[in-house]
């Protein structure tokens, strides 16, 4: 596979990585804050075999995450050999979504969280440096004003000095596809590798309008629906999206006022472009059945058919 001129060569940047991250953390301990995404957890391992015990992977569970995301990262990890450490974050999180419905505020909002509880890890733990997953697509739409990054510092103006701690991004230079040919030289299980990506501030963005524990509930179950149904296609994302706006609905002989969902499917490589797949009428209306049968206060349920552009990937 090609990237521009140069043909992407993952043993070559394995190499020259692991010298680099050597260098950069000297004899210091480091913390990879890992989601169990493909990006960060590349760059877990990435810095697990340049540095071996000092490093300790950070799972925030920061109640945003998909149906045993938070066992499922921690399982992997620790079968990878890593030491690692789950921090309970949910409420702090959940408190900085209270009265906030733009989308840009909640992502920053987040980023400031996540940072402040990685930093606190960081204290207790004595450590000046931390690794994390940011890769090319992060930053230019970040540095292009198209929708903030959780995980995008430096790159904007932010010191990550203050709060208290040195940045390593060691896959900052890559794509998606690079990305994930770096995690197949790495020897990764392909549940890692080939994962579907899942954004930073997760099913925050999925929630249109107030993120409520309860609102996050809801379309976890959806998208775990979506995932399941949707399996086979070999579609680069798939999920479901909680407006904020309500329909009236029948359920029971009954007049209701409910939810609606947005199914979003795409095929794409880098994040940068994307296209809406066509997908069977037979498997929407299954994941429209499924969806509206299994939660009660969904009432319709909706496919995006637009393209990235206009539209971003995610709605947030």
Do not use: W
């Not at 140069?6 to 692991?18: E, I, N, R, T």
């Not at 004595?126 to 004003?145: L, R, S, Y």
């Not at 925050?204 to 296609?233: H, K, M, Y």
């Amino acid at each position: 596979m090609g990237f521009g001129k140069k043909m992407f060569d993952a043993k070559k940047f394995v190499k020259k990585s692991l010298k680099e991250i050597k260098e950069v953390v000297g004899d210091r301990k480091v913390i990879s804050a890992c989601s169990g995404g493909v990006d960060s957890t590349v760059t877990t391992f990435l810095v697990h075999k340049a540095v071996g015990d000092r490093l300790m992977a950070v799972f925030i569970d920061d109640g945003l995450r998909r149906e045993g995301e938070p066992e499922f990262v921690v399982r992997i990890l620790k079968d990878l050999g890593i030491k690692t450490r789950s921090v309970d974050a949910k409420e702090e999180f959940f408190k900085i979504f209270h009265g906030r419905i733009d989308a840009e505020e909640k992502r920053k909002a987040f980023r400031h969280t996540f940072y402040k509880t990685l930093g606190q890890v960081a204290k207790e733990e004595n450590i000046g440096v931390i690794a994390q997953g940011t890769i090319k697509a992060d930053v230019i739409e970040t540095v292009k004003g198209i929708k903030s990054q959780h995980n995008v510092l430096e790159q904007i103006g932010i010191d990550p000095l203050a709060y208290g701690y040195k940045i390593l991004e060691p896959l900052r230079e890559l794509f998606k596809p690079e990305v994930r040919m770096v995690g197949r030289e790495l020897g990764l299980p392909k549940e890692i590798s080939e994962r579907m990506p899942f954004p930073g501030p997760a099913l925050s963005l999925r929630v249109l309008g107030v993120v409520t524990p309860e609102r996050v509930a809801i379309v976890r179950q959806a998208t775990q629906i979506v995932e399941e149904e949707t399996l086979e296609l070999g579609t680069f994302q798939n999920f479901a999206v909680l407006h904020n706006d309500k329909a009236t609905g029948i359920k029971n002989g009954e007049r209701v006022y409910g939810n609606i969902i947005t199914v979003r499917i795409v095929d794409s490589t880098d994040a940068v472009t994307a296209k809406a797949r066509k997908v069977s009428y037979k498997i929407l209306k299954k994941i429209a059945k499924r969806i509206t049968e299994e939660i009660p206060s969904i009432v319709r349920c909706l496919y995006d058919i637009t393209d990235k552009p206009p539209s971003t990937i995610e709605f947030e």
